[in-house]
């Protein structure tokens, strides 16, 4: 009985959970839509653009603080504004190298959460999988920087702009590769959506490719989609952490 008992109320308290989560989300939700309902192709660099485009992430990174408190602040909430910096920075081309700079902190705050104790790690038996994963991913990312190298050499500042991306890379890759060790499905899929953004993101600005039609909607989608994932999976890591500690009170 008491086992039936303590299965009930983990399955309220997870549905109560979850609709409380997608309350406080609200805000992330409609910030989201505000700022592809206001940007156009021609819009101009400004400091309302740049807050219109960092306010879902602050809300994001404000709706996680409010869950975990403080113990994210150097993990998630400290890569949400992180990554809230950037974006401000990318409104501006001319300060691309310094919004690449803040969302590499965010990938490595993000690395660090991934290795704490509230998300569990891989077992032995499946070890052997995780690591050939890994090496996919590393192998994925050395392949991109290989393909995107003659555009970089042609780039402003491409002395400091091809150590800085391939340092990048590096960094985005570990935080894919760390997720991919959580076994945590919205961390994995956020981190994955993460680096579709990047590359994206990379395609356009470099010139690798021809002007994409809706490419910062392409960019954005998966950006906003990826902060989202990452952001539910912590709260949701804590939340397990948490009962966890109950069960064995």
């Not at 997870?14 to 839509?33: E, I």
């Not at 994001?60 to 992180?82: D, H």
């Not at 001319?94 to 700079?101: I, K, Q, R, T, W």
């Amino acid at each position: 009985m008491d086992i039936l008992e303590t299965a009930a109320y983990d399955r309220r308290q997870r549905r109560n959970m979850s609709c409380a989560l997608l309350f406080s989300l609200s805000p992330f939700f409609l910030s989201t839509a505000v700022y592809f309902y206001l940007w156009t192709p021609d819009s101009p660099a400004s400091i309302m653009s740049a807050g219109v485009k960092s306010a879902p992430t602050l809300l994001l990174a404000a709706a996680v603080l409010s869950w975990n408190g403080g113990q994210s602040v150097l993990g998630v909430v400290g890569g949400l504004l992180f990554s809230a910096v950037g974006d401000c920075c990318l409104v501006w081309p001319e300060l691309f190298l310094h919004g690449m700079a803040a969302f590499a902190v965010a990938h490595l705050l993000y690395s660090l959460t991934f290795l704490s104790s509230r998300y569990v790690a891989y077992s032995s038996s499946s070890s052997s999988w995780i690591r050939f994963l890994y090496l996919i991913l590393f192998m994925v990312g050395g392949g991109v920087y290989i393909y995107i190298y003659p555009f970089l050499q042609k780039a402003p500042n491409s002395d400091i702009m091809l150590p800085a991306v391939g340092v990048y890379i590096v960094l985005i890759s570990l935080m894919g590769a760390l997720a991919i060790r959580t076994r945590h499905v919205p961390t994995l899929l956020g981190s994955l959506s993460f680096m579709v953004s990047d590359l994206s993101l990379a395609l356009q600005v470099f010139k690798v490719t021809d002007p994409i039609e809706h490419g910062n909607a392409i960019v954005m989608v998966t950006y906003y989609l990826a902060q989202l994932l990452i952001a539910v999976g912590d709260v949701k890591a804590v939340e397990k952490e948490d009962f966890a500690k109950w069960k064995r009170s």
